[in-house]
Protein backbone atom coordinates (compact mmCIF):
# COMPACT_ATOMS: atom_id res chain seq x y z
CA UNK A 1 0.00 0.00 0.00
CA UNK A 2 0.71 3.61 -1.25
CA UNK A 3 1.41 6.06 2.23
CA UNK A 4 0.02 9.09 0.73
CA UNK A 5 -0.13 12.87 2.53
CA UNK A 6 -4.28 13.11 3.66
CA UNK A 7 -5.83 16.20 4.51
CA UNK A 8 -9.60 16.33 6.50
CA UNK A 9 -11.28 19.15 6.26
CA UNK A 10 -13.70 19.71 9.70
CA UNK A 11 -12.53 17.79 13.23
CA UNK A 12 -16.38 16.84 13.62
CA UNK A 13 -16.84 12.72 14.34
CA UNK A 14 -16.70 12.09 10.87
CA UNK A 15 -13.87 14.00 10.12
CA UNK A 16 -11.98 12.19 13.06
CA UNK A 17 -13.00 8.86 12.70
CA UNK A 18 -11.85 8.90 8.83
CA UNK A 19 -8.57 10.54 9.79
CA UNK A 20 -7.88 7.91 12.51
CA UNK A 21 -8.86 4.77 10.63
CA UNK A 22 -6.26 6.06 8.14
CA UNK A 23 -3.31 7.27 10.30
CA UNK A 24 -3.63 3.42 12.24
CA UNK A 25 -3.18 2.38 8.54
CA UNK A 26 0.13 3.75 8.03
CA UNK A 27 -1.32 6.97 6.15
CA UNK A 28 0.20 10.72 6.40
CA UNK A 29 -2.97 12.70 7.84
CA UNK A 30 -3.72 16.27 8.84
CA UNK A 31 -6.89 17.65 9.76
CA UNK A 32 -7.46 21.03 9.68
CA UNK A 33 -10.39 22.43 11.95
CA UNK A 34 -12.11 26.45 11.92
CA UNK A 35 -13.20 26.18 15.00
CA UNK A 36 -10.80 25.75 18.72
CA UNK A 37 -13.16 22.77 19.62
CA UNK A 38 -12.93 18.76 18.45
CA UNK A 39 -16.15 17.23 17.49
CA UNK A 40 -18.23 19.72 15.62
CA UNK A 41 -22.11 19.14 15.89
CA UNK A 42 -21.34 17.36 18.61
CA UNK A 43 -20.94 19.84 20.97
CA UNK A 44 -20.46 20.56 25.09
CA UNK A 45 -19.84 23.54 26.77
CA UNK A 46 -19.09 24.11 30.23
CA UNK A 47 -22.03 26.57 31.34
CA UNK A 48 -21.24 27.88 34.90
CA UNK A 49 -20.94 24.69 37.23
CA UNK A 50 -23.23 22.14 34.91
CA UNK A 51 -21.76 20.33 31.50
CA UNK A 52 -24.36 20.78 28.89
CA UNK A 53 -24.70 19.06 24.80
CA UNK A 54 -25.67 22.06 23.24
CA UNK A 55 -25.17 20.02 19.79
CA UNK A 56 -25.75 16.39 19.22
CA UNK A 57 -27.91 15.23 22.41
CA UNK A 58 -27.94 11.77 22.56
CA UNK A 59 -26.74 8.95 20.08
CA UNK A 60 -28.28 5.19 19.02
CA UNK A 61 -25.43 2.08 18.48
CA UNK A 62 -26.79 0.17 16.13
CA UNK A 63 -24.34 -0.99 13.67
CA UNK A 64 -21.66 -3.31 15.47
CA UNK A 65 -18.90 -1.76 13.44
CA UNK A 66 -19.90 1.73 15.40
CA UNK A 67 -20.13 -0.42 18.31
CA UNK A 68 -16.44 -1.74 17.81
CA UNK A 69 -15.28 1.51 17.49
CA UNK A 70 -17.00 2.96 20.81
CA UNK A 71 -15.14 0.11 22.41
CA UNK A 72 -11.64 1.15 20.70
CA UNK A 73 -12.18 4.80 21.22
CA UNK A 74 -13.56 5.32 24.41
CA UNK A 75 -13.35 4.86 28.22
CA UNK A 76 -16.64 2.19 28.15
CA UNK A 77 -17.84 3.31 31.53
CA UNK A 78 -18.56 6.59 30.60
CA UNK A 79 -20.79 5.55 28.10
CA UNK A 80 -24.18 6.13 29.24
CA UNK A 81 -27.82 4.92 28.54
CA UNK A 82 -30.86 7.64 28.87
CA UNK A 83 -33.11 5.58 31.33
CA UNK A 84 -35.60 8.79 31.18
CA UNK A 85 -38.26 8.15 28.71
CA UNK A 86 -39.07 10.58 25.12
CA UNK A 87 -42.64 11.25 24.57
CA UNK A 88 -44.89 12.71 22.09
CA UNK A 89 -45.50 16.59 22.34
CA UNK A 90 -49.28 16.05 21.20
CA UNK A 91 -50.31 12.60 22.53
CA UNK A 92 -47.66 11.94 25.48
CA UNK A 93 -46.77 8.69 23.98
CA UNK A 94 -43.38 7.30 24.53
CA UNK A 95 -41.15 7.55 21.24
CA UNK A 96 -38.60 4.76 21.63
CA UNK A 97 -35.63 5.23 19.79
CA UNK A 98 -34.77 3.07 16.48
CA UNK A 99 -32.50 0.98 17.68
CA UNK A 100 -33.80 0.35 21.36
CA UNK A 101 -31.56 2.85 23.34
CA UNK A 102 -30.28 6.13 23.98
CA UNK A 103 -26.78 6.67 24.54
CA UNK A 104 -24.53 10.00 25.79
CA UNK A 105 -21.00 9.93 27.00
CA UNK A 106 -21.01 11.10 30.45
CA UNK A 107 -17.79 13.99 30.23
CA UNK A 108 -19.64 15.44 27.80
CA UNK A 109 -20.73 14.03 24.37
CA UNK A 110 -17.95 16.38 22.67
CA UNK A 111 -15.29 14.40 24.67
CA UNK A 112 -15.80 11.76 21.79
CA UNK A 113 -14.39 14.20 19.31
CA UNK A 114 -11.21 14.32 21.57
CA UNK A 115 -10.83 10.96 22.22
CA UNK A 116 -10.81 10.34 18.63
CA UNK A 117 -8.30 13.02 17.66
CA UNK A 118 -5.75 11.52 20.43
CA UNK A 119 -2.82 10.99 18.61
CA UNK A 120 -4.13 12.96 15.29
CA UNK A 121 -2.27 16.12 13.99
CA UNK A 122 -5.28 18.26 14.45
CA UNK A 123 -4.85 22.06 13.20
CA UNK A 124 -7.11 24.40 15.19
CA UNK A 125 -8.52 27.51 14.08
CA UNK A 126 -7.81 27.39 11.05
CA UNK A 127 -10.14 28.24 8.07
CA UNK A 128 -9.94 26.30 4.75
CA UNK A 129 -10.92 29.00 2.45
CA UNK A 130 -10.07 26.57 -0.91
CA UNK A 131 -8.97 23.51 -2.03
CA UNK A 132 -7.12 23.83 -5.46
CA UNK A 133 -4.69 21.26 -7.57
CA UNK A 134 -1.56 21.18 -6.92
CA UNK A 135 -0.73 20.23 -10.33
CA UNK A 136 0.70 17.06 -9.75
CA UNK A 137 -2.16 14.73 -9.76
CA UNK A 138 -2.42 16.26 -5.64
CA UNK A 139 -4.26 19.17 -4.14
CA UNK A 140 -3.34 22.07 -1.85
CA UNK A 141 -5.25 22.44 0.87
CA UNK A 142 -4.78 25.62 3.79
CA UNK A 143 -1.16 26.07 2.24
CA UNK A 144 0.04 22.27 1.99
CA UNK A 145 0.15 19.87 -0.86
CA UNK A 146 -1.34 16.21 -0.18
CA UNK A 147 -2.20 13.44 -2.21
CA UNK A 148 -5.98 13.27 -1.11
CA UNK A 149 -8.40 15.19 0.55
CA UNK A 150 -11.84 14.71 2.44
CA UNK A 151 -14.04 17.30 2.76
CA UNK A 152 -16.57 16.53 5.72
CA UNK A 153 -18.10 20.16 6.43
CA UNK A 154 -21.98 20.48 6.21
CA UNK A 155 -22.83 20.48 2.51
CA UNK A 156 -23.40 24.95 2.56
CA UNK A 157 -19.84 24.96 3.26
CA UNK A 158 -18.47 22.03 1.81
CA UNK A 159 -20.23 23.36 -1.94
CA UNK A 160 -18.20 25.91 -1.22
CA UNK A 161 -14.88 24.64 -1.24
CA UNK A 162 -16.20 22.37 -4.41
CA UNK A 163 -17.50 24.46 -6.59
CA UNK A 164 -20.56 23.07 -6.36
CA UNK A 165 -23.76 24.28 -5.88
CA UNK A 166 -24.98 24.45 -2.04
CA UNK A 167 -28.60 23.74 -2.68
CA UNK A 168 -27.99 20.34 -4.01
CA UNK A 169 -28.54 19.28 -0.09
CA UNK A 170 -30.85 21.98 1.87
CA UNK A 171 -29.46 22.58 6.09
CA UNK A 172 -32.03 23.94 8.16
CA UNK A 173 -30.81 26.06 11.38
CA UNK A 174 -31.25 25.55 14.69
CA UNK A 175 -31.87 28.30 17.58
CA UNK A 176 -31.11 26.19 20.83
CA UNK A 177 -31.17 27.40 24.37
CA UNK A 178 -30.84 26.09 28.39
CA UNK A 179 -32.56 27.46 30.97
CA UNK A 180 -31.67 26.71 34.62
CA UNK A 181 -34.27 26.97 37.54
CA UNK A 182 -33.41 27.14 41.00
CA UNK A 183 -34.07 24.44 43.24
CA UNK A 184 -33.99 20.20 42.83
CA UNK A 185 -35.49 18.09 40.33
CA UNK A 186 -39.13 17.30 40.32
CA UNK A 187 -42.90 17.31 39.19
CA UNK A 188 -42.86 16.27 35.34
CA UNK A 189 -38.96 16.62 34.76
CA UNK A 190 -38.28 13.46 37.02
CA UNK A 191 -41.11 11.30 35.46
CA UNK A 192 -39.61 11.88 31.55
CA UNK A 193 -36.30 12.84 29.84
CA UNK A 194 -37.69 14.85 27.08
CA UNK A 195 -40.61 15.82 24.85
CA UNK A 196 -40.16 15.77 21.15
CA UNK A 197 -42.96 17.53 18.98
CA UNK A 198 -44.07 15.52 15.96
CA UNK A 199 -45.63 18.59 13.97
CA UNK A 200 -43.19 21.19 12.49
CA UNK A 201 -45.76 23.41 13.37
CA UNK A 202 -45.07 23.17 16.42
CA UNK A 203 -42.22 25.95 17.25
CA UNK A 204 -40.45 23.70 20.42
CA UNK A 205 -39.18 20.86 18.64
CA UNK A 206 -37.67 19.01 21.71
CA UNK A 207 -37.07 19.70 24.84
CA UNK A 208 -35.01 18.13 27.69
CA UNK A 209 -34.40 17.59 31.32
CA UNK A 210 -30.40 17.45 31.20
CA UNK A 211 -30.52 15.90 35.16
CA UNK A 212 -31.13 13.23 33.47
CA UNK A 213 -27.58 12.87 32.24
CA UNK A 214 -25.58 12.01 35.30
CA UNK A 215 -22.80 14.12 36.65
CA UNK A 216 -24.24 17.30 34.20
CA UNK A 217 -25.84 19.46 36.43
CA UNK A 218 -24.88 21.45 40.00
CA UNK A 219 -26.76 19.93 43.05
CA UNK A 220 -30.34 21.73 43.63
CA UNK A 221 -30.61 23.38 39.96
CA UNK A 222 -32.47 22.03 37.09
CA UNK A 223 -31.62 22.28 33.38
CA UNK A 224 -33.72 21.87 30.16
CA UNK A 225 -32.63 22.35 26.70
CA UNK A 226 -34.63 23.41 24.44
CA UNK A 227 -34.24 22.92 20.48
CA UNK A 228 -36.73 25.49 18.36
CA UNK A 229 -38.35 24.19 15.39
CA UNK A 230 -37.36 25.24 11.59
CA UNK A 231 -39.66 27.77 11.09
CA UNK A 232 -39.24 29.50 14.31
CA UNK A 233 -35.10 29.23 14.00
CA UNK A 234 -35.66 30.75 10.82
CA UNK A 235 -37.67 33.59 11.23
CA UNK A 236 -35.71 34.66 14.98
CA UNK A 237 -32.01 33.60 13.39
CA UNK A 238 -31.28 37.56 13.71
CA UNK A 239 -32.72 38.50 15.88
CA UNK A 240 -31.56 39.40 19.73
CA UNK A 241 -31.17 36.63 21.53
CA UNK A 242 -33.75 37.93 24.49
CA UNK A 243 -36.57 38.16 21.93
CA UNK A 244 -36.63 34.02 21.17
CA UNK A 245 -34.95 33.01 23.80
CA UNK A 246 -38.48 34.78 26.04
CA UNK A 247 -41.02 33.40 23.65
CA UNK A 248 -38.90 29.80 24.54
CA UNK A 249 -39.30 30.19 27.42
CA UNK A 250 -42.74 30.68 27.97
CA UNK A 251 -43.63 27.35 26.02
CA UNK A 252 -41.13 25.12 27.80
CA UNK A 253 -42.77 26.43 31.12
CA UNK A 254 -46.29 25.24 29.86
CA UNK A 255 -44.76 22.32 28.78
CA UNK A 256 -43.09 21.28 31.61
CA UNK A 257 -45.64 22.62 34.01
CA UNK A 258 -42.55 24.68 35.58
CA UNK A 259 -44.88 27.55 36.86
CA UNK A 260 -43.16 29.21 39.73
CA UNK A 261 -40.25 28.14 39.45
CA UNK A 262 -37.31 30.40 40.00
CA UNK A 263 -34.99 31.24 36.36
CA UNK A 264 -31.25 31.39 37.26
CA UNK A 265 -28.80 31.88 34.06
CA UNK A 266 -29.56 31.09 30.37
CA UNK A 267 -27.76 30.25 27.24
CA UNK A 268 -28.46 30.50 23.96
CA UNK A 269 -26.89 29.10 20.91
CA UNK A 270 -27.33 29.36 17.01
CA UNK A 271 -26.79 26.66 15.02
CA UNK A 272 -26.67 27.60 10.73
CA UNK A 273 -26.21 24.43 9.22
CA UNK A 274 -27.90 22.22 11.97
CA UNK A 275 -28.93 19.30 9.88
CA UNK A 276 -29.96 18.17 6.66
CA UNK A 277 -33.82 19.32 5.87
CA UNK A 278 -36.60 17.11 5.78
CA UNK A 279 -36.64 14.91 3.12
CA UNK A 280 -33.32 16.70 1.84
CA UNK A 281 -31.38 14.60 -0.86
CA UNK A 282 -28.01 12.90 0.70
CA UNK A 283 -25.02 12.60 -2.09
CA UNK A 284 -22.68 9.69 -1.92
CA UNK A 285 -19.78 9.13 0.75
CA UNK A 286 -17.05 8.85 -1.65
CA UNK A 287 -14.91 10.49 -4.40
CA UNK A 288 -16.58 13.62 -5.60
CA UNK A 289 -17.11 13.94 -9.60
CA UNK A 290 -14.87 15.26 -11.63
CA UNK A 291 -12.15 15.85 -8.41
CA UNK A 292 -10.07 12.64 -8.39
CA UNK A 293 -8.23 12.38 -5.22
CA UNK A 294 -11.17 14.40 -3.67
CA UNK A 295 -13.53 12.79 -1.39
CA UNK A 296 -17.06 14.02 0.47
CA UNK A 297 -18.01 12.45 4.25
CA UNK A 298 -20.02 13.42 6.70
CA UNK A 299 -23.74 13.88 7.50
CA UNK A 300 -24.25 15.19 4.01
CA UNK A 301 -23.70 12.06 2.87
CA UNK A 302 -25.45 9.79 5.71
CA UNK A 303 -28.12 11.85 7.81
CA UNK A 304 -28.01 13.96 10.47
CA UNK A 305 -27.03 11.19 13.48
CA UNK A 306 -23.95 10.89 15.06
CA UNK A 307 -23.51 7.26 14.58
CA UNK A 308 -23.93 7.54 10.79
CA UNK A 309 -21.34 10.61 10.14
CA UNK A 310 -19.13 8.90 12.10
CA UNK A 311 -19.54 5.54 9.90
CA UNK A 312 -19.25 7.63 6.89
CA UNK A 313 -15.99 8.86 7.46
CA UNK A 314 -15.14 5.18 7.90
CA UNK A 315 -16.53 4.40 4.77
CA UNK A 316 -14.83 7.00 2.63
CA UNK A 317 -11.55 6.09 4.85
CA UNK A 318 -12.01 2.55 3.53
CA UNK A 319 -12.37 3.31 -0.20
CA UNK A 320 -9.16 5.28 0.38
CA UNK A 321 -7.22 2.56 1.38
CA UNK A 322 -8.84 0.18 -1.20
CA UNK A 323 -7.56 2.67 -4.03
CA UNK A 324 -4.21 2.57 -2.49
C1 LIG B 1 -28.66 21.12 17.77
C2 LIG B 1 -28.32 19.75 17.20
C3 LIG B 1 -28.87 18.62 17.80
C4 LIG B 1 -28.57 17.35 17.30
N1 LIG B 1 -29.06 16.25 17.94
C5 LIG B 1 -28.65 15.03 17.56
C6 LIG B 1 -29.00 13.89 18.34
O1 LIG B 1 -29.65 14.00 19.38
N2 LIG B 1 -28.56 12.67 17.91
C7 LIG B 1 -27.79 12.52 16.80
O2 LIG B 1 -27.40 11.38 16.47
N3 LIG B 1 -27.43 13.59 16.05
C8 LIG B 1 -27.83 14.82 16.41
N4 LIG B 1 -27.44 15.93 15.69
C9 LIG B 1 -26.72 15.74 14.41
C10 LIG B 1 -25.24 15.39 14.61
O3 LIG B 1 -24.67 16.20 15.62
C11 LIG B 1 -24.48 15.63 13.30
O4 LIG B 1 -25.17 15.02 12.22
C12 LIG B 1 -23.07 15.08 13.33
O5 LIG B 1 -22.40 15.44 14.53
C13 LIG B 1 -22.34 15.59 12.09
O6 LIG B 1 -20.97 15.25 12.14
P1 LIG B 1 -20.04 15.65 10.91
O7 LIG B 1 -18.68 15.18 11.22
O8 LIG B 1 -20.68 15.16 9.64
O9 LIG B 1 -20.11 17.24 10.80
P2 LIG B 1 -19.64 18.38 11.87
O10 LIG B 1 -19.80 17.87 13.24
O11 LIG B 1 -20.38 19.62 11.49
O12 LIG B 1 -18.11 18.55 11.54
C14 LIG B 1 -17.65 19.37 10.49
C15 LIG B 1 -16.52 20.24 11.02
O13 LIG B 1 -16.00 21.00 9.93
C16 LIG B 1 -15.61 22.27 10.43
N5 LIG B 1 -15.55 23.16 9.26
C17 LIG B 1 -16.58 23.63 8.52
N6 LIG B 1 -16.11 24.38 7.51
C18 LIG B 1 -14.76 24.39 7.63
C19 LIG B 1 -13.71 24.99 6.88
N7 LIG B 1 -13.95 25.72 5.77
N8 LIG B 1 -12.43 24.82 7.28
C20 LIG B 1 -12.15 24.07 8.38
N9 LIG B 1 -13.11 23.46 9.13
C21 LIG B 1 -14.39 23.60 8.75
C22 LIG B 1 -16.69 22.62 11.44
O14 LIG B 1 -16.25 23.59 12.36
C23 LIG B 1 -16.95 21.25 12.08
O15 LIG B 1 -16.16 21.06 13.25
C24 LIG B 1 -27.71 17.21 16.16
C25 LIG B 1 -27.16 18.36 15.57
C26 LIG B 1 -27.45 19.62 16.10
C27 LIG B 1 -26.81 20.83 15.48
Known amino acids: MKKYAIT ?40 GDHVVDHGAQYFTVSAQRFRDQLDDVLERSALRKLSGSVVDACSGAEIPAKSGERYYYAPGNNRMGAALADGLDVRRETLVESIVSSGDGGWRVAGERCDAVVVTCPWPQAAALLGRDSAEVEY ?3 LTGFFEYEGVWEGVAAKRYAVMASSSDDPLSWSACENWKEGRVAAGKTVFVVQMSEGFSREFYKKEREVWL ?38 PAGEVEGMPGCYLAGDATSGSRVESAWLSGLDVADQILAGA
Open 246 to 283: AKARSLLEARWEIGGKTLGATFAHRWGYARLGEGAKRL
Open 8 to 47: IVGAGLSGLACGRRLQGEGMDVRVVEKSRSFGGRCATRRW
Open 172 to 174: VPC
